[in-house]
């Protein structure tokens, strides 16, 4: 491995700051990383560079890096069609079951390959396999999803379509059960997804004491509705549940706690707000998708951050890593930093880290966890001068910091009660001020359990709808820029 480095050491920066590193790879043929994970020692991160040649062509990419920041990284090229690595997890042997597709021409840009290997941390593949999809189906995404089962296999989730819906998917995704040398033991294409784009994929994971899993997606059973949906170890499926906030476009989760609920990430849509509708969140919910609890990333105490994909690392000891970006600015003109947010499983913020580079729009892509207790983010950052990095940053526990320190007693303004009260459908609330303003909204049951947490933009006076919660008693508060303005009791019925 050092070896390798010295070849590469003309046009590779290492910066080490406290306990942190960040590799810095200029990229003049561009690069996307896909996904990663640790394999006990080191991490594999995954994804696919233009070819080199400026044949039009994408290769597959790879790269393997230990904890110290040293690092191997190989290009995979198959002349004639494309290639594209997805997704990477770690098996006990320390080496990596990776998944890719291949396929395509310049003109016909499809996948019809799925291409599964065993890799060694020196990147070299001894196992390999490819898999035509059965006809007619294709794929045009680079969505595919890994994780272990209850018995040691790997389940793959991949988004595929018909040949002839070109760029788009049409409801269709293939769940494939394979052994840890690649072999397909199982598979199943399911094809009745909902809604004008279909059913679509965003995440898998392992159902703790179970033979099930549980896939994230859009469109499982309302059309656009994000749902869970449940598969047994025949890869049969058993039962889908609707998750409750329908403007969620992406979620991820990999972690349970031990009362059977789970913890997802997600970049939601505020309702009805007209500037910077985004933010990002952590949610917790039961096994049937019922909300819980939530973690708002556009609170004082975390800043506003809008943006993150597969965001979650859970490294042990209560640490769960959350990656988020934020892009302001006009499109050839856009500025960026990151925070990346360091929280415990009940959903307390612990700390975050600013990751920033002058002049450089930083794109956090994936975070995964390493073995010594932190996480590795890693990302694009096309800077001033139009010439890409790829940028891979290393964080321990103890690299983070908590910014805030919130007011446990703030002071509350007079104010209306919310009206109507009792309420079937929704409450009003009369605010001071007359003028536009960003405010968070939080409703809490009797029991402490909070059940409504968004950000809505309001003028002079407030509307909440409460159509989704059980009848009973609440507790509601607003605030605005970390100061609690208005806060009530109402009752839903």
Known sequence: MKKFLLLMSCFTAIVAQSQQWVIKRPFEEGVILRGGDCNGIGNYIVGNCNNVGKSGYTDAYAMYVNNDGEYVEKTFRHEGYRTNL??????DDGNAFVVGIKGGTLTDIYHDTLWISVMTPELEIVEEHNYPLIEPYKTWTSDVYLAFNNYGEIIVLADVSEKDYPMITNGVYAVFKCDTHGNILKSKYFAEGHGVGGARPTGII????SDMMMLLGQGFSYSNYHSI?????????????????????????DYWKPNGH??????????????????AAVFEVDDRGRYIDTLVYDRPDTADYTAQFGSMAYAGNDDIFIATFCQKGVYGQMTADAVICLIDSDLNLKGTKRLKDDGTLIRILRCCRTSDGGCLVFGQCPNIKDRELLCVWKLLPEDFILPWTLNDNPEVSPHHEAYPNPTSGYFNVILDNEESQNVVVSITGEDGCKYFERRLEARGKLTVDVSSLENGAYFYEITTKGRSIRKGKFIKY
Request: proline letters at 6%.
């Open 86 to 91: 997805c997704a990477a997890i770690g098996l």
């Open 206 to 209: 392992r159902v703790p004491d």
């Open 229 to 253: 949906c449940y598969i047994d170890n025949d890869l049969e499926k058993v039962n889908v549940y609707q998750l409750p906030w329908k403007e969620s476009i992406w979620n991820y989760t």
């Open 262 to 279: 789970f913890l997802m990430s997600s970049t939601t849509f505020h309702q009805g707000a007209t500037s910077e509708p985004q933010y």
